[in-house]
């Protein structure tokens, strides 16, 4: 199996910054697209920032110029540095990864994180 772990959330006043981290663990053989999505009260989950395993960024345009996307494939690993944050920031910020497995059916399978709630407030 694969799983997605975030951690990084947390409360933070309009423009402060946090950085949120991904780490995935599991059956995996190679990660292709890894994304951020993010979700907040009585909204549909929303496209954030996405990578690919060469690394080509495409960031939603809410959040353009203030956060930064990375990835290592060797660990496994994503983050999203978020600087500048707005009230309209707030949400639970998933992470996403399509995954080739090292077992059958290999895949690729798409894979989520639990979320981390992400709160700008004064």
Do not use: H
Request: glycine share 10%; proline share 4%.
């Amino acid at each position: 199996q694969v799983q997605l772990v975030e951690s990084g959330g947390g409360l933070v006043q309009p423009g402060g910054s946090l950085r949120l981290s991904c780490a995935a663990y599991g059956t995996i053989f190679t990660i292709y697209d890894m994304d951020w999505y993010r979700q907040a009260p009585g909204k549909q989950r929303e496209l954030v920032a996405t990578i690919s395993r060469a690394e080509r960024i495409n960031y939603a345009d809410s959040v353009k110029g203030r956060v930064a996307i990375s990835r290592d494939n060797a660990k496994s690993t994503l983050d999203l540095q978020m600087n500048s944050l707005k009230p309209e920031d707030t949400a639970v910020y998933y992470c996403y990864a399509n995954v080739l497995r090292t077992i059958l059916p290999r895949g690729p399978y798409d894979y989520w994180g639990q979320g981390t709630r992400v709160t700008v407030s004064s």
